[in-house]
T-cell receptor
């Protein structure tokens, strides 16, 4: 059974810092990994999708890496801003039809 | 292209009533997934459907819960005889029809169910 763990559970940083969020998974037989952002009381916004054959994906100030063999992914946020404050979720796609297994999330607070 | 739509956004039911949650996938998407987020817990997969077919319902409670995705109209998640433990946020996601495992899932805003 796939288990996804995110560390840290919460992170508070001053504006402008570069930061790294970690995600680990127990079963390396995955199809893809997706990072989401969730604002309080809202739905999920997809940030980055990494296929199992890829090592990383970039979008603006975000960069996500994937090391399938070690069961790890990191989300790097450059030059953080208060608007980046949200819960960040890592989800692993482990079946042929895309069923996702989620981590518990990292609550990020960026203060001015 | 409108995103995934869910309604209602908030739903209040008394114990024993029925709850019906609706999800309209993005245009052109034929795969629908339902996830549940219980208070203080992560999102958990419930069921995966294609048009008129339930493909995987391994995450759905065996009793009181059912899901459908008819040929026409939205996908429906139905909870009969709700109990307080059903209070949660229910999210629907959709993805395009080709190579499902490799496609990004797009999530709706969720339905927040409160059972009194």
């Amino acid at each position: 059974k796939q288990e996804v763990t995110q560390i840290p559970a919460a992170l508070s940083v001053p504006e402008g810092e570069n930061l790294v969020l970690n995600c680990s998974f127990t079963d390396s037989a995955i199809y893809n990994l997706q990072w989401f952002r969730q604002d309080p009381g809202k739905g999920l916004t997809s940030l980055l999708l990494i296929q199992s054959s890829q090592r990383e994906q970039t979008s603006g100030r975000l960069n996500a890496s994937l090391d399938k063999s070690s069961g790890r992914s990191t989300l790097y946020i450059a030059a953080s801003q208060p608007g980046d404050s949200a819960t960040y979720l890592c989800a692993v796609g482990g079946t042929s039809y895309g069923k996702l297994t989620f981590g518990q999330g990292t609550i990020l607070t960026v203060h001015p | 292209n409108a995103g995934v739509m869910q309604n209602p956004r908030h739903l209040v039911r008394r114990r024993g009533q029925e709850a019906r949650l609706r999800c309209s996938p993005m245009k052109g998407h034929s795969h629908v997934y339902w996830y549940r987020q219980l208070p203080e817990e992560g999102l958990k997969f419930m069921v995966y459907l294609q048009k008129e077919n339930i493909i995987d319902e391994s995450g759905m409670p065996k009793e009181r819960f059912s899901a459908e995705f008819p040929k026409e109209g939205p996908s429906i998640l139905r909870i009969q005889q709700v109990v307080r433990g059903d209070s949660a946020a229910y999210f629907c996601a959709s993805s395009p029809p080709l190579a499902g495992a490799y496609n990004e899932q797009f999530f709706g805003p969720g339905t927040r169910l409160t059972v009194l």
